[in-house]
């Protein structure tokens, strides 16, 4: 074994992406570690890379497309026959209803973006226009927002004197480069603070030096008391907010009714700890915040991002070091387009970010109303089970005329399509993420595969190039034409190739299949699979030319995309592809004026509605708040279907805390039932300290079948939490559903 070679790849299981080296015995990944060359993560990884073996090799991998039968069940077919059924199904529903009415959901998990890439030239050939993907169930609110506000940010909380967590718990969730060494190195230096704003005492609020530990869903009191000290202690950075911010005397207007002591004793948190706090960031030379879950599936989503956002923008902690930054990034990513809301086709709900947003979909399929969707394409997502109310997801599954399934597991999605197209997994094609957040040095990483694809598998560019062809949206011998060009010469077919896709939209989308057709086999590696990326690499280069140069890829004119693809296709160890200072995120600003803009009537109208609104979504029925969905040390979204995964908490209890367990008779490992108005379930408890009383959570992505060693029978290991949410249960403006508060009731059994 110890002259076998490693191989560099990442981990998939969060967005950070970490780079590992891998040693295989056959096909099996039998050591990880971390890859010290990585030019980001540069070694660091946690607990769950060391388990990647269970998703490569699990018994959930599909080793043939499979069709259903009149039955429900399935049977396996070959290819041609897939592809050939697929693209009828698909072309059925355009004729009859037009191309509209195919819905796209997916595109990629985390740490897989190109399929989402070549989806795009299957849905120009039948003319698909709307999508959604998880983002429209966690972010849009936040994307929403920061359109209005004019820019994208990330925090440096590796420089932050000041570093705020508002619903985030980055020691299990990661987010942040080496998450917990740099929350180490902030809990460890006595000059700089950490603030956790959090219901639960989380591993992270236990490294923080202010737990400002909010009763679930309260936050909106807790932010909107924190900017009013802001303004009324006069801890505003005047000299910022008169040179760079518009619309402060309209935004200050709006909080003018907000009483302190009144919003404190609503969040249930002293209010001079509140003062504190809002001191602590209006003084510190800089400040970086970052916003997760807990408060965008929460109530008053979309204004806590508003709120959160002022909280860095009134003290003038954009654009500096150790403050908000905005990175170059590869694919613009975190904000919508402001100006004119595109709405979905039945319930007129905001298309943010490109995004129909997750909730209202089962409704836009249950209807026969004029431009329901008639059709899904899903790729790399398993919506029945990960969003909300899987009981009406499964309606509106076989409601629809045609469904296909791209996936590399039969999924809770998949067992309800007319056909499932097998993946070859990310360790068996070339992949990449988008979720490149890194500053002042941005790292784009393009793996190659470590093993050859699964007998019977496809990867997603061959399987959306074969739809394509089907489909008779490919001009073979134009693809010809180009191919041969390509083999000559690559600027001359950077020419021939902007001529024949410029000024043509159609054409322009179809462009990821022509480029894995064309130019695909003309690169090195057998890396056909990654030359979409050719035409990210350009759009990227023509953008930004100085952040390229700067990073110490040279070249001008087409020759600098063509140099950093170059880099991109040669390097495994990520490419730097950007490097910029702090100060440039304001070229980011996409304001008309530069400025950031915090006039935003519609939050104004939301904040002024607060006090009309109930504190309180529980009742004599559910009378506790049920957070469907914690990051934990073993979850990893359904990435892992095999439960063994999990060293430990394998059912993935239910957390409670010490009083309410006493209060109800509960023991640590005994079974409950809990009922919300979604639906009823059982699991083991876990009383824990670290919860408040009312709260219970419940892990993400668990309740995920499983076959059994005799692979003839399914087992399911723990909750599956959208059994238990519901439909309408969301943000009314964005439409982001509230899993972090759901009430419920528990019972002894
Ligand atoms: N281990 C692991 N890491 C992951 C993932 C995973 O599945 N497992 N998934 C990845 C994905 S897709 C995402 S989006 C991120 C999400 O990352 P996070 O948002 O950090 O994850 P969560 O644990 O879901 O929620 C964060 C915190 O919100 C708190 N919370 C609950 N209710 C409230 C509330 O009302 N107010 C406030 N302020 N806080 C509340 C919870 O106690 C929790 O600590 O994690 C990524 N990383
Ligand atoms: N109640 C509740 N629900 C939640 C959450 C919560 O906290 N509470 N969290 C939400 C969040 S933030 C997110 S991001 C979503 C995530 O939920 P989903 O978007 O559904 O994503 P994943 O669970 O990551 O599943 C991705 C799918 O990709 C498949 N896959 C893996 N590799 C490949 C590949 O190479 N190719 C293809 N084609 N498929 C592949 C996997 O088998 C899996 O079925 O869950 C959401 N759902
Ligand atoms: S789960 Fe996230 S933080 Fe952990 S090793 Fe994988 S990519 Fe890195
Ligand atoms: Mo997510």
């Known amino acids: 074994m110890s002259n076998q070679p490693w191989h560099k790849t990442v981990c998939i299981l969060c967005e950070s992406n970490c780079g590992v080296e891998v040693r295989l015995d056959g096909r099996e990944l039998v050591r990880i570690r971390g890859d010290k060359e990585h030019k980001a993560s540069a070694g660091y990884t946690c607990e769950k890379a060391l388990r990647l073996n269970h998703y490569q090799n699990g018994r959930h991998r599909l080793t043939s497309p499979m ?96 570093s705020v967590f508002v619903g985030k718990n980055p020691w299990h969730s990661h987010g942040i480069p080496h998450a917990r060494r740099t929350l180490k190195e902030i809990a460890n230096d006595p000059d700089r603070t950490m603030i956790v704003i959090d219901p639960r005492r989380t591993e992270t609020a236990d490294l923080a030096d202010v737990h400002l530990q909010v009763k679930p869903g309260r936050d909106v009191y807790l932010l909107a008391a924190m900017v009013k000290v802001l303004l009324d202690e006069d801890l505003v950075d005047r000299r910022f907010v008169a040179d760079k911010v518009n619309g402060f005397d309209e935004m200050e207007a709006s909080l003018a009714d907000i009483d302190v002591a009144t919003y404190a004793r609503n969040c249930g948190i002293d209010e001079n700890l509140i003062r504190e706090a809002a001191r602590r960031i209006g003084n510190a030379a800089s400040v970086a915040i970052f916003e997760d879950l807990g408060v965008q599936m929460a109530p008053h989503s979309t204004l806590n991002s508003y709120l959160e956002k002022l909280l860095w923008v009134l003290t003038g902690n954009f654009a500096k070091e150790g403050a908000q930054i905005s990175p170059a990034m590869m694919v613009p990513f975190g904000i919508a387009k402001a100006g004119a809301q595109k709405k979905s086709p039945v319930a007129e709900a905001p298309i943010i970010a490109g995004l129909v947003p997750c909730n209202v979909i089962p409704d836009e399929i249950l209807t026969d109303a004029p431009g329901s969707y008639r059709a899904l394409i899903i790729e790399s997502a398993n919506p029945v089970h990960s969003l909300a109310g899987s009981s009406t997801w499964r309606k509106a599954m076989e409601a629809l005329e045609f469904t296909v399934v791209i996936d590399v597991a039969m999924t809770e999605t998949a067992r309800h399509a007319d056909i499932v197209l097998p993946a070859a997994s990310q360790y068996e094609k070339w992949e990449a993420t988008f979720f490149n957040f890194e500053f002042p040095d941005n790292v784009f990483t393009l793996r190659k595969p470590i093993l050859e694809p699964l007998p019977g598998t496809l990867a997603e560019p061959e399987i959306h190039y074969r739809l394509c062809k089907e489909l008779g949206a490919i001009d073979e011998k134009m693809v010809a034409e180009l191919r041969a060009t390509a083999e000559r010469n690559r600027l001359e077919f950077a020419a021939k190739f902007y001529e024949m896709t410029a000024g043509d939209p159609t054409m322009g989308r179809l462009a990821p299949v022509l480029l894995y057709a064309a130019l695909g086999p003309t690169l090195p590696e057998d890396a056909a699979q990654a030359a979409a990326l050719w035409g990210i690499a350009h759009t990227y280069a023509m953008k930004h030319p100085a952040a390229i140069k700067a990073a110490g890829i040279e070249g001008d004119g087409p020759m600098l995309g063509e140099n950093l693809f170059d880099a991109i296709i040669s390097d495994r160890t990520g490419v730097v592809f950007s490097r910029t200072m702090a100060e440039d995120s304001w070229d980011r600003v996409k304001t008309i004026d530069g400025k950031l803009n915090v006039d935003i009537p519609e939050m104004f109208e939301l904040l002024a509605a607060v006090p009309t609104m109930p504190i309180d979504m529980t009742s004599e029925d559910f009378p506790l708040v049920l957070a469907a969905g914690e990051r934990r040390s073993f979850t990893a979204n359904t990435i892992f279907r095999d439960p063994d995964w999990r060293k430990k908490d394998k059912a993935g209890a239910l957390r409670m805390s010490v009083a309410d367990a006493a209060a109800m008779g509960i023991a640590d490992g005994g079974m409950v039932r809990v009922t919300t108005a979604g639906g009823s379930m059982t699991t083991v408890v876990e009383v824990n300290d670290s919860i408040q009383s009312g709260h219970v959570t419940l892990p993400n992505g668990q309740g995920v079948d499983y076959p059994d060693e005799s692979g003839r029978d399914l087992e399911l290991t723990g909750v599956p939490t959208n059994e238990l949410t519901y439909l309408g249960h969301q943000d009314p403006f964005a439409g982001t559903p509230w899993h972090k508060h759901v009430p419920a009731r528990v019972e002894a059994m």
């Open 67 to 162: 069709r259903r039968r009149d039955d429900g069940t399935y049977e396996e077919v070959d290819w041609d026959t897939a592809i050939a059924e697929t693209a009828a199904g698909l072309k059925k529903v355009q004729e009859r209803y037009g191309g509209e009415s195919i819905l796209y959901y997916g595109g990629g998990g985390q740490g897989n973006h190109l399929c989402g890439v070549y989806a795009t030239s299957t849905r120009a050939a039948v003319g698909s226009r709307y999508r959604s993907s998880a983002l429209a169930q966690e972010k849009t609110g936040e994307f929403w927002v920061n359109a209005h506000i004019g820019v994208a940010t990330r925090g440096d909380f590796a420089n932050a004197e000041v």
